[in-house]
């Protein structure tokens, strides 16, 4: 239901649209099932880093990226 309203809410609030959400599953923990069962894309797989304010760091937790496209044509959006 979010993906749905995500859009208006945010062009409501920031003044644009996503065109993509995304997400970060820990692998360590979680498959991702839901995310394939519900036709996420997978990306692949971070490299366990994170970032402190301007400053990134190593912990060693890789996660698994997704993303759902929020419009049809979200490959030309993204070039324009």
Do not use: C
Request: a positive charge; charged letters at 30%.
């Amino acid at each position: 239901m979010i993906s749905r309203r995500i859009r208006d809410d945010w062009d409501g609030f920031y003044g644009y649209k996503p065109l993509l959400i995304e997400t970060f599953v820990d692998v360590e923990k979680f498959a991702g099932t839901s995310y394939k069962a519900a036709n996420w894309i997978y990306l692949g797989r971070t490299q366990g880093k994170g970032r402190r304010g301007m400053e990134y760091f190593y912990h060693g937790k890789p996660k698994d990226i997704y993303v759902y496209p929020l419009v049809k044509e979200y490959r030309k959006e993204l070039i324009e």
